[in-house]
T-cell receptor, first 118, second 110 residues
Framework: GAVVSQHPSWVICKSGTSVKIECRSLDFQATTMFWYRQFPKQSLMLMATSNEGSKATYEQGVEKDKFLINHASLTLSTLTVTSAHPEDSSFYIC??????????????FGPGTRLTVT | GIQVEQSPPDLILQEGANSTLRCNFSDSVNNLQWFHQNPWGQLINLFYIPSGTKQNGRLSATTVATERYSLLYISSSQTTDSGVYFCAVIGSGGYQKVTFGTGTKLQVIP
C-alpha cells in the first residue's frame, strides 16, 4: 500500500509556456501533500505544503504566482509552473502524507518529474 | 529553522561490508524518516522512526531523540543498496516544516 503516482515523468517545454504536474495518492487519502524541488547532486528543498480544500503554504523564496498549487481532493494535488524559464528546469517531486501515531504522518513519494525548459 | 546534517557525505563499500549512516538534527523532532533515493530519483521509504529502534531485513535504524541523532545500519551491503540516503525530520514546535538532511551517497562495488 501507500502508492503515489506523478505525471508526467518528464517534460520539455518552451520558455514562456506553462506546465502542470499531477500528484495522486492511489490507495490512501492524503489530507496533506508536499512539493519539493531537487537540483543535481543536492538534497530536496521543500517548496510548499498543500492541504486539501485550502490554500497552499509556500516556503520562503518560492513565488506563489509562479508555482500554482491546487489540492482539489484527498487524492490529487497539482503543481503548475507558469511562464516557465530555463532556470525553472529541475526535478520536481511530490509526496503524500499518511497519518501515523495520531499526531504525525509518514510521507510517501511520487517518482518525480524532470522538467526541462528550452 | 531546524538544521539536519548527515555523515558521511560519501561512502564507498565493498559488497558484503557493513556501514553506519548518521543523521544529526539541531532541535527536537516528532517525526523522522529515512529514505533511499535510487539512481532514477525515486525515494523509497525505509523507516518511520521518531524514536527507538526498528529492523527490516538487512537494514535497521535507531533514533535517540533526546540526543538529537538517528543512525541507519546497513549490513551485508549489496550493489542494489547504492544511491543516496536521506533522513527527513519535522520539528516538534511551532510551524511543522519538513526538513531534509544533506544526504549520504553510497556506492557499493562488487
Amino acid at each position: 500500500g501507500a502508492v503515489v503516482s506523478q505525471h508526467p515523468s518528464w517534460v520539455i517545454c518552451k520558455s514562456g509556456t506553462s506546465v502542470k504536474i499531477e500528484c495522486r495518492s492511489l490507495d490512501f487519502q492524503a489530507t496533506t501533500m508536499f512539493w519539493y524541488r531537487q537540483f543535481p547532486k543536492q538534497s530536496l528543498m521543500l517548496m510548499a505544503t498543500s492541504n486539501e480544500g485550502s490554500k497552499a503554504t509556500y516556503e520562503q523564496g518560492v513565488e506563489k504566482d509562479k508555482f500554482l498549487i491546487n489540492h482539489a481532493s484527498l487524492t490529487l494535488s497539482t503543481l503548475t509552473v507558469t511562464s516557465a524559464h530555463p532556470e525553472d528546469s529541475s526535478f520536481y517531486i511530490c509526496s503524500a502524507a499518511r497519518r501515523r501515531d495520531g499526531i504525525s504522518y509518514e510521507q510517501y513519494f511520487g517518482p518525480g518529474t524532470r522538467l526541462t525548459v528550452t | 529553522g531546524i538544521q539536519v546534517e548527515q555523515s558521511p557525505p560519501d561512502l564507498i563499500l565493498q559488497e558484503g561490508a557493513n556501514s553506519t549512516l548518521r543523521c544529526n538534527f539541531s532541535d527536537s523532532v516528532n517525526n523522522l524518516q529515512w529514505f533511499h533515493q535510487n539512481p532514477w530519483g525515486q525515494l523509497i521509504n525505509l523507516f518511520y522512526i521518531p524514536s527507538g529502534t526498528k529492523q527490516n531485513g538487512r537494514l535497521s535504524a535507531t533514533t535517540v531523540a533526546t540526543e538529537r541523532y538517528s543512525l541507519l545500519y546497513i549490513s551485508s551491503s549489496q550493489t542494489t543498496d547504492s544511491g543516496v540516503y536521506f533522513c527527513a525530520v519535522i520539528g516538534s514546535g511551532g510551524y511543522q516544516k519538513v526538513t531534509f538532511g544533506t544526504g549520504t551517497k553510497l556506492q557499493v562495488i562488487p
